[in-house]
């Protein structure tokens, strides 16, 4: 029997993401707080939902992608959340980027109700959801994962849906990790441009050597152009990485793991947003070592 889908959150990710599963010959019902997101949906043929339980009553696999951990709280345990809909046997896939220690906890009122919760956060960015390529970091039951795996791979290649651990919060847990580690290179990198740009050498073919050699990477491609040309049109917004950092570091905290680099990438971004650059990408981050060095 074909899955009838649920998604609920239509932002800049969510959207691209669950036009694909549409695209696919999924059924979908679409809820958001803006109906405007729902239109462009049922445009193109998902069906409306007024609320999280009438999504959760229509159909048995529910995805989530809202902004943080108390948006999926509230998504899933509200008077009219998923919760209150959901029936025995259906999969939640929790595609945000929250707490792990919440995700388990949701994981667990979800258990109570019969049905399995998968936590499954995304990276990529607004092109890997465009694009259909985002890579999904999948925590939770083996079996539900399988049940549910044609419809991940709407959104992200077979080979980058990767189920990381049994345990709920594994999804979120790498998701984490995934955070720091782009954290760490853009710092890498933004440091690497200021030089170049204050040493009177192009940045444009700076990158383009390394690029060639053992310091390529995703960040120094995609992040290290968007530096260049100055373009921070968001693909990921500055106050979104804020949030995941402070995620990063209170899972480090439970889990006693000291990081020193992420904590100065940390201030970085918090620099850039109290100069304004919330709603920029989060590649501008790269712009306040542009002015510690007095480059442009």
Do not use: W
Not at 50 to 72: F, L
Not at 104 to 121: H, I, Q, T, Y
Not at 215 to 244: C, M, W
Request: aromatic residues 2%; proline residues 4%; neutral net charge.
């Amino acid at each position: 029997m074909q899955e009838t889908v649920g998604f609920i959150g239509l932002g800049v990710m969510g959207r691209p993401m669950a036009k694909h599963i549409l695209d696919r010959g999924f059924p979908v019902v679409v809820h958001n707080r803006s109906p405007k997101a729902q239109d462009e949906l049922t445009a193109v043929g998902a069906r409306a939902a007024g609320s999280a339980a009438e999504v959760a009553r229509q159909c048995t696999v529910i995805i989530t992608m809202v902004p943080d951990t108390p948006d999926v709280e509230r998504v899933l345990t509200a008077e009219d959340g998923v919760l209150a809909g959901l029936a025995a046997g259906s999969v939640v896939i929790d595609m945000s980027s929250i707490s792990p220690v919440v995700a388990k906890r949701l994981a667990a009122l979800v258990a109570e109700r019969g049905s399995v919760m998968l936590d499954a956060p995304v990276s990529g960015g607004e092109i890997g959801a465009i694009n259909g390529t985002l890579s999904i970091m999948v925590g939770g039951d083996a079996a539900a994962l399988t049940r549910v795996r044609p419809i991940l791979e709407c959104m992200g290649q077979p080979e980058k849906v990767i189920h990381v651990g049994a345990e709920p919060g594994s999804g979120q847990t790498c998701k984490v990790c995934n955070q720091i580690a782009i954290g760490g290179a853009l710092a890498g990198v933004s440091e690497a441009l200021a030089l170049a740009k204050k040493a009177g050498v192009d940045p444009v073919r700076v990158r383009e050597a390394l690029l060639g050699g053992f310091a390529s990477s995703r960040v120094l491609e995609v992040h290290g152009e968007r530096l260049i040309k100055g373009n921070f049109v968001p693909g990921f917004r500055t106050a979104l990485y804020q949030k995941d950092l402070r995620l990063a570091t209170e899972t480090a905290a439970a889990n006693g793991v000291a990081l020193p680099a992420t904590a100065l990438v940390s201030q970085l971004v918090n620099a850039l947003v109290a100069s304004g650059g919330k709603d920029l990408d989060y590649s501008a981050i790269g712009t306040v070592l542009f002015q510690l060095a007095s480059v442009k």
